[in-house]
């Protein structure tokens, strides 16, 4: 009734690995959450607000406080008062 040593222990290995990766699935899920949680914040701040903070990973030369636009890294023009006309 008793299985082979080899194979008892193939199991056991085969279960270890299945643990540790259903434990990664788990934490890259929490790191996805908690990004897509601070996203949201920004979002939400940035309506409320009119300007969006910058993030911590910033890029360079892009300014604090500017709202980012869809098509790239530069920053949207503000709309301007109408300049009396002559």
């Not at 009734?1 to 934490?27: K, N, W, Y």
């Amino acid at each position: 009734m008793f299985g082979h040593p080899a194979f008892s222990l193939t199991v056991a290995h085969e279960r270890h690995q299945a643990l540790i990766a259903e434990a990664d699935r788990r934490r890259l899920l929490a790191i996805a959450r908690q990004a897509r949680k601070a996203r949201k914040a920004r979002r939400k701040q940035a309506d409320t607000w009119g300007n969006v903070p910058a993030p911590d990973g910033a890029r360079a030369g892009a300014v604090a406080g500017s709202v980012p636009s869809a098509g790239g890294s530069l920053t949207p023009c503000r709309e301007r008062a109408a300049a009396p006309a002559r």
